[in-house]
C-alpha cells in the first residue's frame, strides 16, 4: 500500500513496487501480519512527523512474518525462522548506535516511518533488529508486541523504575501503549489504576489485570485515586493523553511522584505551577523513544510469560480504510492487525 498524498485513507492504495534487496546485514521478511500505530495515522493525515519522511511512502512500522533472505554477514537468523522487528533501525556506527539507542541515531531508518513498511508483501530489515517469535506464539499475537511493549517498558521501567509495591496510574487503559504497561506493572509487583473511556475499554484494562478502573470522567479522580492508595497518592502516572489528562495527572501524584509524559493524543500545550511541582518534589520525565536493550527486554518478558494485546480487529488489506477509520474513531482495544 503506497501512500502518495496527505489526507484520508484514498492517500494510499495498492501499487506495484520493487522487492527489496538485502544488504550484507540485512534481512528480507515475507509480512504475515501488520499492527497499525497511531503514528501510521498522524503520518497519513500529515505532515510527516518522522524525519526524512517522503512521499510516496509504504506506512507500517509493526510487522510480523517469515524471513526469506538474509545478507552475506547474517548469522543470527535463517529463512523459515518467524521474526518481529524492532521498527527503529540506526545507522550502526555512529555514537548513539554504538550505546545501543538507535531511537537517537544521526541518520535513523524507521521501518515505515521514513523507510519503507510493513503493509507489504516483502519489508527490509537490518539482522540486529529482528528476534525470533517462540513457536507457541502465533504471529498473528506476537504482531502486537513491538512499538507497544518497547515503549511501555521504557517507560515503565528504564524511565519510570517501577517498583514492586508501587501504584502506577494510566490513562486510556485499553489503549496499545497502556494495555502493555498495565501487563508489565502488574508482573512487576505493582498496584494499577486504570482510566478509560467505555465501559468495554475499562474491562480490557481490568483483563489486563487493573486493579482499580476508572471513567475519564470520573469527579474527583484524583481524590479517588488518593483514597484508593490509602492517602498517599500514585508513585508513577503514565500519560500520552497530554492537554486533556495533564491536570488529573498531576493531581494523582504523591509526594516525589513521578509522572512521565509520553504522547499529546489529548492537545499538546499545557500550563502549571512551578511551585506546586518543586514543593512536592515532582518529577517530569519524558520517554522519547525507547532503546534496543528495552526493545530485547520487553519482547524477551512478552515470550516468557506469554503477554501480548488483544485484537481489536483483523482486517485484509483491502479494508484498509476501514482500519484507519477505527483507529480514528477512538474505537479500538489493543491493536488493529492487517492481513496483507
Ligand atoms: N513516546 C513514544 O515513544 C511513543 C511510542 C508509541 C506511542 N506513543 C504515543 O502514545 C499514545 C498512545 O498510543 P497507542 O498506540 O497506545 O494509541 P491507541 O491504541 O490508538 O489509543 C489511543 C487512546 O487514547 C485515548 N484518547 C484520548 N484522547 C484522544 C483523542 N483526542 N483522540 C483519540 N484518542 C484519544 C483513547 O482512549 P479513551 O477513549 O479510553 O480515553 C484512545 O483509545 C499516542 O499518542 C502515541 O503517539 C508514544
Ligand atoms: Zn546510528
Redesign the pocket.
Known amino acids: 500500500m503506497v501512500q502518495t498524498d496527505f489526507g484520508g485513507p484514498d492517500a494510499v492504495f495498492p501499487q506495484d513496487v520493487p522487492e527489496p534487496v538485502c544488504g550484507p546485514r540485512d534481512v528480507v521478511v515475507k509480512v504475515a501480519y501488520c499492527g497499525?500505530?497511531?503514528?501510521d495515522?498522524?503520518q497519513l493525515q500529515g505532515p510527516g512527523l518522522i524525519p526524512g519522511f517522503r512521499l510516496p511512502h509504504v506506512p507500517g512500522m509493526d510487522f510480523a512474518g517469515t524471513v526469506v533472505a538474509t545478507g552475506s554477514a547474517v548469522s543470527s537468523v535463517v529463512p523459515g525462522d518467524r521474526v518481529i522487528a524492532d521498527p527503529t533501525q540506526g545507522c550502526g556506527s555512529c555514537p548513539r548506535c554504538a550505546v545501543g539507542d538507535r531511537?537517537y541515531c544521526v541518520s535513523p531508518r524507521i521501518i515505515g516511518g521514513n523507510a519503507p513498511g510493513a503493509l507489504a508483501e516483502y519489508v527490509l530489515a537490518t539482522a540486529e533488529s529482528v528476534v525470533q517469535v517462540p513457536e507457541s506464539l502465533p504471529l498473528a499475537a506476537a504482531v502486537t508486541l513491538p512499538?507497544?511493549f518497547?515503549?511501555a517498558w521504557?517507560?515503565v521501567h528504564n524511565v519510570g523504575s517501577l517498583a514492586a509495591g508501587e501504584t502506577l496510574v494510566v490513562?486510556?487503559?485499553?489503549?496499545?501503549?497502556?494495555?502493555?504497561a498495565v501487563a508489565l506493572a502488574k508482573r512487576a509487583g505493582a498496584t494499577v489504576v486504570a482510566?478509560?473511556?467505555?465501559d468495554a475499554?475499562?474491562a480490557a484494562a481490568r483483563e489486563a489485570g487493573a486493579d482499580l478502573v476508572l471513567p475519564?470522567d470520573e469527579p474527583d479522580a484524583a481524590k479517588t485515586v488518593t483514597a484508593f492508595t490509602g492517602g498517599d497518592g500514585a508513585d508513577l502516572v503514565l500519560d500520552?493523553?497530554?492537554a486533556?489528562?495533564w491536570r488529573t495527572s498531576l493531581d494523582c501524584l504523591g509526594i516525589r511522584g513521578r509522572l512521565i509524559l509520553?504522547?499529546?493524543?489529548?492537545?499538546d500545550q499545557v500550563s502549571f505551577s512551578l511551585q506546586e511541582v518543586f514543593h512536592r518534589g515532582l518529577k517530569l520525565l519524558?520517554?522519547?523513544?525507547?532503546t534496543s536493550a528495552d526493545f530485547v527486554a520487553a519482547t524477551s518478558a512478552c515470550f516468557a510469560d506469554g503477554l501480548h494485546l488483544p485484537i481489536?480487529a483483523i482486517v485484509p488489506l483491502e479494508d484498509l480504510a476501514g482500519a484507519w477509520g477505527l483507529?480514528?474513531a477512538?474505537?479500538?482495544?489493543?491493536?488493529?492487525v492487517i492481513t496483507p
Not at 490513562?171 to 502493555?180: E, K, M
Not at 482510566?195 to 467505555?198: L, N
Open positions: 497499525l500505530n497511531r503514528l495515522l498522524l531511537a512499538t507497544a518497547a515503549t521504557h517507560a490513562h486510556a487503559g485499553a489503549s496499545a501503549v497502556s494495555l502493555a482510566f478509560a473511556g467505555s475499554k475499562r475519564n500520552h493523553v497530554g486533556d489528562t509520553m504522547g499529546n493524543t489529548g492537545g519524558g520517554t522519547g523513544g525507547y481489536a483507529l480514528a477512538r474505537a479500538t482495544i489493543g491493536k488493529v
